[in-house]
């Protein structure tokens, strides 16, 4: 079981950044493959990057790319999600997500993901 807490969420300007932490419980975080996942309202959950289990493979959203970096820190059960060039179009519920596989291939639908965190909400304004 792994369990999953979101923070770093928050309300910036167009232009702005964010850093979403994800702290990870249990004793084998780094056997699982991570992600980043947003839902805006009336909207289906989108992938936004994933990172393989060691850190060596991500992947990224079009929407994202280039503005967005995903990173993880096994020692300290974290995944990062630093959030630069934030546009209004980037207001959702960001949720952490957890999956068994993706020690290699990182997995961008959310039925792939094991575990969940509860979200937190950025928003953006223009």
């Known amino acids: 079981q792994v369990q999953l807490v979101e923070s770093g969420g928050g309300l910036v300007q167009a232009g702005g950044s964010l850093r979403l932490s994800c702290a990870a419980s249990?004793?084998?975080?780094?056997?699982?493959?991570m992600a980043w996942f947003r839902q805006a309202p009336g909207k289906e959950r989108e992938f936004v990057a994933g990172?393989?289990?060691?850190?060596?493979?991500?992947a990224y959203s079009d929407s994202v790319k280039g503005r967005f970096t995903i990173s993880r820190n096994n020692p300290s059960n974290t995944v990062y999600l630093q959030m630069n060039g934030l546009k209004p179009e980037d207001t959702a519920v960001y949720y952490c997500?957890?999956?068994?596989?993706?020690?290699?291939?990182?997995?961008?639908?959310?039925?792939?993901?094991?575990?969940w965190g509860q979200g937190t909400q950025v928003t953006v304004s223009s």
């Open positions: 997500a957890a999956t068994r596989s993706g020690q290699i291939f990182i997995a961008t639908m959310p039925g792939r993901y094991d575990y």
């Open positions: 249990g004793r084998t975080f780094s056997t699982y493959g």
């Open positions: 990172i393989s289990w060691g850190g060596g493979n991500t």
